[in-house]
């Protein structure tokens, strides 16, 4: 079935660039239903987008007529996505903030789907604390967002600020609805891990060499994200520690994103007490000891040495924390020797259930889709069959749903 857009043009100098937005969702057989915001109504014509989307455009909040065909709160649950282009600095404050004083931001409150925001506005505008703060907010509540880019801007100036073009929205748009777009209600989610909270970590961390180059790993976040889409799917309230990845953020579910370990281990403190922690996470083991605070350069010296330190242990921390959760499951990553590695870990950690997968270049685990895992506790292994990064999840939380009924974790 063809895909729905909701598409709401805030009053930015780019709105124009909406219309070639909807020509290309159109020409890839996706509907788009438009919003125009009273500002956005001085940049491009209501009849303009009436004659692209081939639909009526929404304009008012209070319309005794639209309200009598397509009321509000329907008109933001008819559709798969809800896109914002050009979101302008107001648009977002105003999500931040939850308002609902017009149609777009009412929309924004009261849609079950999930919203992808292109920004577009002046470079002081967006580097601006209020907006980098009221990114950061949106983001915390699983607002998706394309660019802004770089480069030169109408008024004159340089810099970010710039609306994505409409081919890299139409691919934000594409990498979003490949996931699962529906927001549940939080917490209110039947399912065997109604009630319960659950923290997930993923991804990999960077670690930083100087202040352009970092240590990084394979880890794409798709096993991490896909057990916490899950848990959330089996009625858990969920915080996901992410590091940086370039899948999506799961629906319904609390997002926050770190880069080092020690930003991972702080997040994850402080969304402590849970009632299941899975580190999912690629940790880095390392990091450079001196922190450089300039670029690194080439000299006669020859290359610099990277003095290594050890991050903190997340999961042994999370094991002897003094809000340790009921159920603690850690994952090993391997290229040898896969399960001897996992029991070891298990007893080093102090944790109840290691996933132990082989990692070797040759298994494709890492940014792959399908992976096998072997569930390592103190009872034995159990050897799972390949399956997809989904599905391996699906089970794990399901096990996680009865090991903390059992248990009376
Ligand atoms: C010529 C002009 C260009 C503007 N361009 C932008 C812009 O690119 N981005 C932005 O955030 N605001 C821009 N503004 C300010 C918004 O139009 C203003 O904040 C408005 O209240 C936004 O309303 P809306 O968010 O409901 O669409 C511009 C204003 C003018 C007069």
Same mark, same amino acid.
């Given at each position: 079935m063809s895909k729905r857009i909701l598409l709401i043009v805030g009053g930015g100098i780019a709105a124009y660039k909406s219309l070639d937005l909807v020509r290309r969702l159109r020409e890839r057989g996706m509907s788009?239903? @438009?919003?125009? *915001?009273?500002?956005?109504?001085?940049?491009?014509?209501?009849? /303009? #987008?009436?004659? #692209?989307?081939? $639909?009526?455009?929404? $304009?008012?909040?209070? /319309? #005794? *007529?639209?309200e009598a065909r397509m009321g509000h709160i329907e008109l933001s649950r008819?559709?798969?996505?809800?896109? !914002?282009?050009?979101?302008?600095?107001?648009?977002?404050?105003k999500a931040a903030q939850g308002h609902a004083d017009d149609l777009a931001s009412t929309l924004l409150l009261a849609t079950d789907k999930r919203i992808l925001a292109a920004p577009s506005m002046n470079l002081r505008m967006w580097l601006h604390p209020a907006t980098?703060?009221?990114?950061? *907010?949106?983001?915390g509540d699983g607002m998706l967002f394309v660019g802004p880019g770089d480069g030169a801007m109408a008024c004159g100036e340089f810099g970010p600020g710039r609306l994505s073009e409409p081919l890299e929205i139409v691919? +934000? !748009?594409? @990498?979003? #609805?490949?996931?699962?777009?529906?927001i549940p209600l939080p917490g209110a989610q039947p399912g065997p891990l109604a009630g319960r909270r659950v923290i997930v970590t993923s991804g990999p961390t960077h670690e930083p060499i100087d202040p352009v180059r970092y240590i990084a790993n394979r880890s794409s976040g798709k096993q991490g994200h896909a057990i916490a889409q899950a848990a959330a799917g089996a009625g858990a309230e969920v915080v996901l520690v992410s590091g940086p990845v370039t899948v999506p953020d799961p629906a319904g579910v609390r997002c926050v994103h770190v880069e080092t370990a020690r930003q991972m281990l702080e997040a994850v403190e402080a969304a402590l007490p849970a009632d299941i922690y899975v580190g999912a996470a690629a940790v880095?083991?390392?990091?450079?000891?001196?922190?450089?605070?300039?670029?690194?350069?080439?000299?006669? /010296?020859?290359?610099?040495t990277l003095g290594l330190v050890e991050n903190p242990d997340i999961l042994a921390t999370v094991a002897s924390h003094a809000k340790r959760p009921g159920l603690v499951?850690?994952? +090993?990553?391997?290229?040898?020797?896969?399960?001897?590695? +996992? $029991?070891?870990?298990?007893?080093?950690?102090?944790?109840?259930?290691?996933?132990a997968n082989d990692v070797s270049p040759a298994t494709g685990v890492m940014g792959g889709d399908a992976n096998t895992v072997h569930l390592v506790t103190g009872a034995g292994v159990e050897t799972w069959p390949t399956l997809s990064k989904q599905d391996v999840a699906k089970r794990l939380v399901e096990r996680l749903a009865t090991l903390v009924k059992e248990t009376g974790a």
């Open positions: 788009v239903r @438009a919003v125009l *915001t009273k500002a956005g109504a001085e940049f491009v014509t209501p009849l /303009s #987008l009436a004659g #692209l989307t081939g $639909q009526e455009v929404h $304009q008012e909040l209070f /319309s #005794l *007529t639209a008819d559709a798969d996505l809800v896109v !914002i282009a050009p979101a302008t600095a107001d648009l977002l404050a980098q703060r009221n990114v950061a *907010t949106l983001r691919a +934000a !748009i594409e @990498a979003a #609805l490949a996931g699962d777009t529906t880095a083991d390392w990091r450079v000891g001196a922190a450089v605070v300039e670029k690194l350069k080439k000299g006669p /010296s020859g290359p610099p499951v850690g994952f +090993a990553a391997e290229t040898e020797k896969v399960i001897d590695h +996992a $029991q070891a870990k298990l007893a080093r950690k102090k944790c109840d259930l290691i996933v």
